[in-house]
């Protein structure tokens, strides 16, 4: 980045930079995710879906252990609430993968680890970006969920606080198809909301087959304007940096046009 860049980034809390990633790389990420698609039987994990609307992913062991492994969550809409089945082929109906693939597979991996990410986010102050959450994010056209605000430190947080988002997109992102949406400056308020592991009276599964223990939050988002977001609307192949306290949130996709994009996070 450029002096100018960095600066940018520290005042605002965000930073778009067009055509970061090369379409060979974009490609091979697509490709990819096609792939782990292909292979994937939904009937061989829970029907666990991603919300973030009332935080029940958050009580779901499967969503708890996937910070592991590579696992599938589904569209809220995805299945029929008449008969429990999808309601249209599965390729439409994964949200995400998740939380693993910058470990675990390779071409993910490559991307996540590249010499280039590195500098860049070492030209923001960070020493030894680790990534440590990363999720391929499908945003199915007509029922790609929201993404309601939030900030990334409120789910990866480190003392002191180096949470920064690694945000690339995979196809072009409109405001139809659901794309970000910063609140310029609102890293500087600090973190409004913290998840940690709820005290051992308040885990009723705990003791249960699978059980990994619940999770609670400390703190209360206020209620944001969305009036003042802006729309980071990109070409694919745009990565978007994030600062881990600002806020951002993604409306549902009600257009008949997909919105892939790829994330991971970095601490030291």
């Keep these: 980045l450029t002096p100018e ?21 974009v490609r091979a990420m697509l490709a990819r995710a ?3 698609l292909d292979a994937f039987d939904p009937a061989t994990v829970p029907r666990s879906v991603f919300s973030t609307v009332d935080q029940k992913r958050t009580s779901d062991a499967y969503f708890l ?11 809220e809409d995805a299945f029929d609430e008449t008969t429990s089945e999808l309601r249209q082929p599965k390729a439409l109906s994964v949200n995400k993968l998740g939380h693993a ?6 071409t993910f991996r490559a991307f996540s680890r590249s010499k280039k990410i590195a500098r860049t986010l070492r030209t923001l102050g960070m020493r030894d970006p680790t990534p440590v959450q990363s999720m391929y994010i499908f945003k199915q056209p007509g029922i790609g969920g929201e993404v309601t605000p939030h900030q990334d430190s409120t789910f990866l947080h480190t003392t002191p606080r180096t949470c920064a988002g690694v945000w690339v997109a995979l196809e072009d992102c ?3 198809n659901g794309c970000l949406w910063a609140l310029r400056a609102s890293h500087k308020e600090g973190v409004h909301r913290r998840m940690v592991l709820a005290p051992e009276a308040e885990r009723p599964d705990a003791g249960t087959p699978g059980w990994r223990g619940n999770v609670t939050f400390e703190g209360e988002y206020p209620t944001f304007d969305l009036a ?4 980071l609307e990109t070409k694919a192949g745009t990565m978007v940096l994030l600062h881990g306290e600002n806020v951002h949130y993604s409306a549902p ?12 996070h970095f601490v030291e």
């Design 253 to 264: 996709n009600k257009s008949d046009a997909s919105r892939h994009a790829y994330s991971v």
């Design 101 to 106: 693939l910058h470990d675990l597979d390779p």
């Design 65 to 75: 252990d996937s910070g592991n492994h590579v696992s599938f969550f589904f569209e």
């Design 34 to 36: 096609d792939q782990l």
């Design 5 to 25: 860049q960095a600066k940018r980034f520290q005042d605002d809390g965000f930073l778009v930079l067009p055509d970061y990633a090369s379409a060979t790389q």
């Design 174 to 176: 409109t405001k139809a």
């Design 228 to 231: 003042a977001f802006e729309p």
